[in-house]
C-alpha cells in the first residue's frame, strides 16, 4: 500500500513501520485462522486437581524460594477505565425519563449505604443539589445521584480508573482497588529483604491520578504490613497501537490523518517483558478482596508459586543434562513423560524419531517461559476457557487459553467441545520469566501473531474495524508452558459492574464497618 509522506511521519510516531502497517491491515482484511481444538481441558485431564498434602508442599517450597533471595514480584493490569463499570448507570443518567429503570439499577438506588463510596457520594450530593441521598431518592431524583457518582463535580467515577475506586468498607476508613492490591502483595509477595515489588500498567491520562495514591497510602500500608514497598508505573507502548480500517479495508482516517487505536491487553506482554523478575503474579486490579477475606486467595497464590517453582527447578535439571549430551534412553523417556503427565504436551510422532531428533525436541519444549494458571470452575461468567489445542506445525497437543472468538462454534463438533469445558479464563497466573541460566527470555519470541481477532468500533458515528493483538493470556503467551490448577471459585471475585461489589465477598459485615 502507499503512504504519503504525512502518513509515514504518523506511522514512525507510533514506532511502527509502513510494512507492519500493511500487515495489519490484511489482516483486518483476511481474519484469522480458527484454533484446533482437540479437547477442553478438564479436571484430571489437563486441569490438576491438589488434595491438601500437595497443597502444603508447594505452600512450602514457595517460603523455601523466597527465602533464598530469589526477586519476586506482582504485575496488576489497570490500565481500563471504570466506564464500563457504570456502562448501564451512565445511560440512567443520560436519559430524560425513568423508562430506563431496571432491576438491577433499583437495587443499585436501594443499597447504595452498602457501597464504600456512599460516604462520599451523599456529601456531594449535599454540595451540588443541597439534598442528602435520602432525600433525592424520595423525592425520585435518582438521576441526580447517578450524575454526582460519575460526572465531575462529583465524583467522577466515569472518568476514573477502577484503581482509585472505593472498593470495600473497613472499620472506620475505605479502601480502593489499588490499596487492596498493595496489601495483597504484602501478604504472598514479600522479598527476602522484606520489599514488594509491584507493578502497575496504566493509561496515560490516569498515570498523575495513580501516582498521587500511592504517595498518599504508601507510607500507611507499609506500617500495617511491616513491609517496603517499591511500586512502578508502565503505559501501553504507542508501537502496541493498531491501524483501524474503513469497512471496506482501507485505513481510517481523522482529520486526513491515519488512526490508531490500544491494541488491547495482549499489548501488555511487552510491559511484562521489561520487569526484571525470576517470577511474577498477574492479577487483574478489579479480583481483589478485602483483608478478613484473603486468606484463601492468599494459600493458593503461595501454593500455585510453589507449583511454578517446582516444575521449574525440574525444567532447569533436564536442560543442564541436554547441554551435557544426548542423555541415555531412559533419562530421555523420563523427560518425554514430564512432557506428558506435567506439562500436558503430547506427540503422537515421538516414537519415529531418531534419539537426537526426540533430544532437540524436548530441548525446544522445555528451554520457554513457564506460567501456572488458577483455574476456576465456570459458573457463568463471560470469557474464555482452557482447552488441549493441536499446533500443525510441530503437530503436538498443549494446553492453551483460547477465546470464544478463537473457536469455530458453527462446527457442531467443537460446540460440543466448548459445551464440555468445566473451567473460565485464569484467576492468577504465576509467570517464570528466565532461562535454566538466569538470562530473560524475550517474550516477545513466545506470541503467536495469528491469534489476533477482529472487532466492530465507532469513532465520531463513523464505523470502524480494529485489530485486537493476541490477547495476555491467550496468544501472547501461546508459546509458552502452561499448567492448569483447579483453585476454589471464592478466589475470584471480579467487578465487572457496579453491583458486584454488593456480592457478599467484598462487603464486610462487621456493625462498626457498616457505620462508615
Known amino acids: 500500500m502507499e503512504f504519503s509522506k504525512h502518513d509515514l511521519a504518523v506511522i514512525k510516531e507510533h514506532g511502527k513501520t509502513p510494512g507492519q502497517v500493511s500487515e495489519e491491515l490484511e489482516m483486518i482484511k483476511n481474519g484469522f485462522p480458527f484454533l484446533e481444538i482437540v479437547r477442553a481441558a478438564t479436571p484430571g485431564d489437563g486441569i490438576f486437581v491438589l488434595n491438601q498434602s500437595m497443597e502444603k508442599t508447594a505452600a512450602d517450597l514457595w517460603s523455601e524460594y523466597v527465602s533464598e533471595g530469589n526477586r519476586i514480584m506482582k504485575m496488576v493490569p489497570a490500565s481500563g477505565a471504570a466506564s464500563r463499570m457504570f456502562k448501564e448507570l451512565a445511560a440512567f443518567a443520560n436519559g430524560n425519563t425513568d423508562h430506563a429503570m431496571t432491576p438491577s439499577l433499583r437495587r443499585f438506588f436501594n443499597e447504595l449505604e452498602k457501597f464504600a463510596f456512599f460516604r462520599r457520594l451523599n456529601l456531594a450530593c449535599v ?27 462529583g465524583l467522577n467515577y466515569g472518568r476514573l480508573p477502577k484503581a482509585l475506586l472505593m472498593f470495600h468498607k473497613i472499620i472506620g476508613s475505605t479502601r480502593t482497588s489499588l490499596e487492596e492490591h498493595l496489601g495483597e502483595g504484602a501478604q504472598y509477595a514479600v522479598n527476602h529483604n522484606g520489599k514488594v515489588y509491584i507493578h502497575f500498567t496504566v493509561s496515560p491520562e490516569h498515570l498523575p491520578l495513580m501516582m498521587a495514591k500511592v504517595r498518599e497510602v504508601q507510607y500507611l500500608i507499609e506500617n500495617r504490613y511491616g513491609v517496603k514497598f517499591e511500586i512502578t508505573f508502565s503505559v501501553q507502548k504507542a508501537s502496541t497501537d493498531t491501524v483501524a480500517a474503513n469497512p471496506d479495508g482501507t ?9 490508531f487505536r490500544p491494541g488491547g491487553h495482549g499489548a501488555l506482554i511487552e510491559n511484562l517483558n521489561d520487569l526484571d523478575a525470576d517470577v511474577v503474579f498477574v492479577k487483574n486490579i478489579d479480583n481483589v478482596l478485602p483483608d478478613s477475606r484473603r486468606t484463601l486467595t492468599n494459600h493458593f497464590k503461595m501454593v500455585l508459586g510453589g507449583i511454578c517453582v517446582g516444575i521449574k527447578r525440574k525444567i532447569d535439571e533436564y536442560l543442564r543434562l541436554l547441554d551435557k549430551g544426548t542423555p541415555k534412553p531412559e533419562m530421555l523417556k523420563e523427560m518425554l513423560e514430564f512432557l506428558h503427565k506435567t506439562l500436558c504436551i503430547t506427540n ?15 530441548r525446544n519444549k522445555l528451554n520457554r517461559p513457564l506460567r501456572v494458571c488458577g483455574m476456576v470452575k465456570n459458573e457463568g461468567e463471560p470469557g474464555g476457557g482452557p482447552y488441549l489445542v493441536y499446533d500443525p506445525i510441530d503437530e503436538t497437543i498443549a494446553p492453551q487459553i483460547l477465546e470464544l472468538s478463537q473457536i469455530d462454534t458453527s462446527d457442531s463438533h467443537v460446540r460440543k467441545i466448548v459445551e464440555q ?18 538470562r530473560k527470555f524475550d517474550l516477545t519470541k513466545f506470541v503467536d501473531r495469528q491469534t489476533g481477532f477482529i472487532s466492530q468500533k465507532s469513532v465520531d458515528g463513523r464505523d470502524l474495524v480494529a485489530l485486537e493483538l493476541p490477547g495476555l493470556w491467550n496468544g501472547a503467551m501461546s508459546d509458552w508452558n502452561t499448567v492448569f490448577i483447579d483453585v476454589p471459585s471464592a478466589t475470584f471475585n471480579p467487578v465487572k459492574e457496579v453491583n458486584d461489589l ?3 465477598a467484598h462487603l464486610i459485615t462487621d456493625n462498626l464497618a457498616i457505620l462508615m
Do not use: W
Open 127 to 153: 454540595t451540588l443539589y443541597q439534598r442528602n441521598i435520602d432525600e433525592l431518592r424520595k423525592e425520585g431524583r435518582l438521576r441526580d445521584i447517578a450524575r454526582a457518582l460519575l460526572r465531575p463535580g
Open 251 to 259: 485505513p481510517f482516517r481523522v482529520k486526513e490523518e491515519i488512526f
Open 348 to 362: 503422537e510422532h515421538a516414537d519415529e524419531m531418531t534419539v537426537s531428533e526426540i533430544a532437540d525436541y524436548i
Open 421 to 438: 469445558s468445566t473451567h473460565f479464563n485464569p484467576v492468577d497466573l504465576v509467570c517464570a520469566l528466565k532461562d535454566y541460566k538466569g
Open 502 to 504: 454488593l456480592r457478599p
